[in-house]
């Protein structure tokens, strides 16, 4: 049977998407070092040249209009900073008091397991010691990761600022350089994507900021209904540091699980401060980001949610945040271009008019 000619060269053509995308993938993966900040770079400097346009059409100077956009973003990651050392401070004056609270928590599971199972003092120190040795391996590894993770943060704040205002300051050369790349009679098209990126970014944010004001009401309400003290601080201050990746929310958790361990002599307090913040944070993964930068940016539910999750197999949980402007620009230009259609519906959330 002679083959079909025709659908030899769909295979071949669904084959070299195919080998495209998986390059793609490789390359982003393993080239999230550079990918992460230079993104993040770039979707400051998209918020942050309205602002500079304003102020150079106001007479100010290019450099210094871009140095004090820079100045307020800086101020505002300081502040985030700020509170998270804050709760550090304020977790280490407590420290004393949690040692003591820690011993007597000891002590009593100690009694009621020798009441209970006869277990004695012996044997319950060998159970001890056995489990530290078989974790042993595990917390360093979890200790590794976690000031892996701090250092990457730490060096992606020192360079974001770096590569937002190198792109500012050459946002016309750039500009320049994408006109070239595509064909003449595509000038108008691209001018418009970028205008409308632009737009689109700033669509994100203020869906972002919605996020942040959900999830901090969530958790303060969780935390008032288990009867925490301060639950409107504790909740925000979770909500502002979630910015940061695990460090974040890990650092924000410990002075509320102290203050409820001390407060009310009870494991259970603690362990309903977890659940809380681990409800909240599983409702933002999956339905409120989703939906609050979702129906902002037009794309439907379905395509953010698998935006989200490969972000997060791809650059972890900076992904999780990035993947969605992308997935925007994706749209835009598969609005404008013919062979995207069926791409173009498939993200589009289904109120747009025929």
């Given amino acids: 049977m002679i083959p ?65 956009s820079l100045i307020s973003v800086v101020l505002v990651f300081a502040v985030i900073l700020y509170l998270l050392f804050a ?23 100690s009694s009621f397991l020798t009441n209970q199972f006869g277990i004695n003092e012996e044997k319950q120190l060998s159970y001890i010691k056995n489990a530290l040795n078989n974790s042993s391996s595990q917390f360093f590894l979890l200790l590794k990761n976690t000031l892996y993770s701090f250092s990457e943060s730490l060096f992606n ?27 003449k009679d595509k000038k108008e098209m691209i001018h418009e994507i970028i205008v409308e990126t632009i737009n689109e970014y700033y669509k994100f944010i203020k869906g972002m900021l919605l996020v942040y004001l959900i999830v901090g009401l969530l958790n303060s309400i969780g935390l008032a209904v288990i009867g925490i003290p301060y639950p409107f601080l504790f909740g925000f201050t979770a909500s502002i540091l979630t910015f940061i990746p695990y460090v974040g929310i890990m650092v924000s958790s410990l002075l509320p699980i102290t203050v409820a361990w001390i407060t009310f002599n009870s494991i259970w307090y603690p362990i309903g401060v977890i659940t809380v913040f681990s409800l909240v944070q599983v409702l933002e993964a999956y339905i409120i980001f989703p939906y609050a930068v979702g129906s902002r940016l037009k794309i439907n539910a379905l ?3 698998v935006m ?30 013919e062979s995207l259609k069926s791409l173009s519906l498939l993200l589009s959330d289904g109120k747009s008019k025929k």
């Fill in 157 to 183: 704040l020192l360079i974001i600022p770096v590569f937002s205002a190198l792109i500012l300051f050459y946002r016309q050369l750039l500009v320049q350089s994408l006109y070239h790349i595509f064909p």
């Fill in 87 to 109: 709760q550090i401070v304020e977790f280490s004056n407590e420290w004393e008091n949690l040692e003591i609270k820690l011993e007597e928590t000891l002590n009593q599971w």
């Fill in 303 to 305: 395509a953010i949610l």
């Fill in 308 to 337: 989200v999750l490969a972000g997060g197999i791809l650059w972890g949980a900076s992904g999780m945040i990035l993947f969605i402007p992308f997935i925007s620009i994706l749209k835009l230009l598969a609005d404008r271009t």
């Fill in 4 to 68: 079909n000619p025709s659908n030899f060269s769909k295979k071949t053509t669904a084959l070299e998407v195919f080998q495209y995308l998986l390059i793609g993938l490789v390359i982003l993966y393993f080239g999230r070092s550079l990918f992460i900040p230079l993104s993040f770079a770039l979707l400051i400097s998209f918020i942050l040249y309205p602002v500079c346009r304003w102020m150079e059409k106001k007479g100010v100077h290019r450099n210094i209009a871009i140095g004090l």
